[in-house]
């Protein structure tokens, strides 16, 4: 599975993005998935994953309540809808494939990566 993220961006702290992401090659539908962040200097951290069918999530608690994760099987896209973001949001964010757990060693397929920072 190939995975390429976009809609970072820069906003204002109390401002909205929703980041997504394309898969390609194997069926994603197949895949459990996630999205992770990495600030500067820090290690990568779990945000929110979601299962195959979409019908279970879970989130990191500082972003439950303000971010949702959803999944189109038929699109094969993962998306991360991302409201009343603070500047502690600001990273880099990952989307991921093969695991639903909070581990991000558990995942085997990685996108590049795509800059969200949020100013106060």
């Known amino acids: 599975v190939q995975l390429q993220a976009s809609g970072g961006g820069l906003v204002q702290a109390g401002g909205s993005l929703t980041l997504s992401c394309a898969a390609s090659?194997?069926?994603?539908?197949?895949?459990?998935a996630g999205w992770f962040r990495q600030a500067p200097g820090k290690e990568r951290d779990f945000v929110a994953s979601i299962n195959w069918r979409g019908e279970l999530t879970d989130y990191a608690d500082s972003v439950k309540g303000r971010f949702s994760i959803s999944r189109d099987n038929a699109k094969s896209t993962l998306n991360l809808q991302m409201d009343s973001l603070k500047p502690e949001d600001t990273a880099v964010y990952y989307c991921?494939?093969?695991?639903?757990?909070?581990?991000?060693?558990?995942?085997?397929?990685w996108g590049q990566g795509t800059q969200v920072t949020v100013s106060s």
């Open positions: 991921a494939a093969g695991s639903i757990t909070r581990l991000a060693v558990a995942y085997t397929y």
């Open positions: 090659g194997r069926a994603f539908s197949n895949y459990n």
